[in-house]
C-alpha cells in the first residue's frame, strides 16, 4: 500500500519542478496552473464518490483498478503530444490517485486497531513526504537528462509493475457487505448527488483558474461559472438534506458530520494544511529559478530543508500522539509556527540567502508537519466504527479541496501579480500580454535575454514580489489552524480501548454493510 501513496505523492510534485521546461516545450503560459490543478481538481471532485465505493465493495480489488488506472494517466502523460494532453493525463491521474489514497485509509481502518492507527497513518505520512521529497529531485534530474522530463511520469509505470504482485498476492480482501449482490450495491449509490457535487467543484475551480488570466474576473464566462457553482451547490444541500432521490444512507455526503464541532473543525484545519504544504512545494523552486538561474533539479533539492523536516515531524506526531492521545496542542503549536515561517517567506527578497530561506522552510516544515496527517487518526477515534469509511473520505476531501483551492489561487495570484508588475516597470519598451507572459516564464526566454540588465533585473523583482504575496495564504491556513485549535476539547484519544465518539448523529445503516 505503501508504494502507492509514494507513486501518488511522487505525481503531486513532480510538476513542481520541470513545468517551466514543460512551458518552454509547449507554450501556453495561461495553462501553467492546469498541470497542478487538473490533477488535484479530479481528485477531489471524486472524492467522496470512492468514499461510497469502498462502503460497499472489496477495497482490495478497487483499490488496486486504481493502481491500474493511474498507471494509464501515467503513462499518457509521458507520451503527450501538446499540454492539453498532458492535462488530461494528470486528470486521469487525480481520479485514481484519489481513489489510491481513500483506499489506502480504508484498508489500513479495516485491519488496525484504534491504538496502532495514528503510527501506521503517520507511515502513510512518512512515504508521502518520500515521494513530496524525490518528486521534485526526479523530475528535475530527469529533465536535465538526457531521456526528458517525460520520463519523470515513465517511472510510474516501472514502480508499479515491481508492486503489482504484493497488490494481488498480499492485500487482504475484506468484503464489507458480504452476501449482498452487486446490483443491490450499485444501487446504494448517490448519483444524483454524486454528479451536483462535481459539477460545482468543477465550475468553481475553474473560475478560480480563469479569473483575471485568461477571463477579466467580470467578463461573463467567470460570472457563470461562479453562479452555476452557487446553484449547484444549492441544490446539492437541498438534495442531501431533504434526501431527494437517495436515502439517508446512501447520501454522498455524510450530512451527519455537520452536526459535530469536532469533526467541522477538522474538515477546515485540513484545508488549510493542504494549502499550508503545498503552496511553499510548488513557489519555493519557482523562486529560485528566477533568482539564481537554477536548473529543475537544483531547485528541486532547495525543497529539502522543508520536506524532510515535514516527513520526520509528520511520524513523530503519529507516535507521539498514539502513545499519549492528546490531539489538540498539535494543531494549536503548529499553526502558530506555520504562520511564523510564512510570514518570513513572505519578506523574501532577491538578495536573501539561501541559509535565511532555509530556516524559514524548517520553521514551515515544523509547523505544517505537526497537523498534516493528524485529523484523518482524530476524526477515526471521534466517530462511530461504523462511519470511520465516509470519516476518512470527508477528512480526504478536506485535504484535496483545500490543496485544490490554495493551488488554483496561488497560481492566480502569482500570475496576475507577476503581469501588474511587469507592466508597471518604467522604461520597459511596449509588451503584448503575451510577451508579459513570456517573461514569467523564466528570464531564460528570448524577449527577456534582450533587455537590459537592470530591466531584466527589474522583471525579476516584480516576480519575486509576486511569489511573496502567495505565503499569504499559508499565514491565513496557519492562523485559522491555530485559531480553530483553541475550540477543541482537551480530551485524550487512542490510548482507550475503544473510540471516543463524539455527538456524531449517525445515519441509518444500509443493511450488511460497514
Known sequence: MLSSIFLYALDNTVVAAVQPIIVTEFGHIEKLPWLSVSFLLSATATNMVWGRIYSHY?????????????????????????????????????????????????????????????????GTGLTWGLGIILGPIIGGGFSESSVGWRWAFYINLFIGAVCAPAYVFLLPSVDPCPGVPYRTRAKEMDYVGAVLLMGGLTCFVLAINWGGVTYPWESARIVALFVTSGVLFILLGTQQVWTL???????IIPVQFFKSKTVLMLFS?????????????????????????????????????????????IFANGALMAKFGYYMPWYLVGGVLTVAGSALMYTVKQETTEAAIYGYQVLMGVGVGMFLQASFSVAQAVVEPASVPSAVGFITLAQFLGITMALAIGNSVFLNGSEKGISQIAGLPEMSRAQIQAAIEGTSNEFVKSLSPELREQISAAVVKAIGE???????????????????KREKLFTAPAPVVEEVEEAPKVEQAL
Open 470 to 488: 502567495t505565503y499569504i495564504l499559508v499565514v491565513a491556513a496557519g492562523a485559522l489552524v491555530a485559531t480553530l485549535s483553541l475550540f477543541m
Open 269 to 313: 484545519i485540513t484545508a488549510a494544511s493542504g494549502a499550508a504544504a503545498f503552496i511553499p512545494i510548488y513557489f519555493v523552486p519557482l523562486f529560485f529559478q528566477f533568482t539564481r538561474g537554477d536548473g529543475a533539479l537544483q531547485a528541486g533539492v532547495r525543497l529539502l530543508p522543508l520536506i524532510i523536516v515535514m516527513v520526520v515531524t
Open 245 to 251: 432521490f437517495t436515502t439517508v444512507a446512501r447520501r
Open 58 to 122: 472489496s477495497a482490495k480489488w478497487f483499490y488496486i483498478f486504481n493502481v491500474a488506472l493511474f498507471e494509464v494517466g501515467s503513462a499518457l502523460c509521458g507520451a503527450a503530444p501538446n499540454i492539453d494532453a498532458l492535462i488530461i493525463g494528470r486528470a486521469i491521474c487525480g481520479v485514481s490517485g484519489s481513489g489510491l489514497y481513500v483506499g489506502v485509509m480504508t484498508l489500513i481502518a479495516v485491519t488496525t486497531s484504534m491504538a496502532e492507527r495514528p503510527l501506521y497513518i503517520a
